[in-house]
């Protein structure tokens, strides 16, 4: 479903956006298949449903194409989930979890330089030090709403924006 108020949804992304220059990685990790978290900032506690969660001060969340490059080379990417497995009996999926963990040292601390969204759900993070993230949505909005990515805040208005295929979307939680 398309955003009833784009505008309103511009300014939570370009206030999430803006917010990331300056804060480090803090965390990087996969899950289910090729989607991927990056933590930036410090680990704030919050109050969740089940007690207390922690939370970083910036998350993003994506379910989309993406890559992580230093240079010319993708260290690691989406598609990485697509290659044969390294062993016998292990996922693919748990190839490109593998290295994202071996990445790790060499990514973590990482401080965002610049942080902008382009055309068609794309976001670009720019790391001092070279290192690059881009997140490119490959999904026509011919299929159904999938959330691509999602841009989280810890603190504040608590605002989530999400990139689906017809757009972008502002979502609060217990609202969604």
Known sequence: MRDPHPDATDGHLRRLLAALPGLPLTAFCAFEGFAVTFDFGTRNRVVARSGWAYASDV?????????LAFGE??????????????????????RMAERVVELNPAVLGSVVRRAR?????????????????????????ALPDDAHWRLIEAAGARVHVVAEARGLRAEHPGNA
Do not use: N
Request: hydrophobic share 40%.
């Open 73 to 94: 080379l993708v260290m690691v990417g989406s598609d990485d989930a697509h290659q044969p497995p390294a062993e016998p009996g292990s996922g693919a999926a748990d």
């Open 117 to 141: 969204a382009g055309p068609g759900g794309r976001l670009e993070l720019r790391f001092v030090g070279g290192l690059v993230l881009d997140v490119v949505p490959l999904a026509s909005p």
């Open 59 to 67: 998350s993003l969340h994506v379910q989309c194409g993406w890559r």
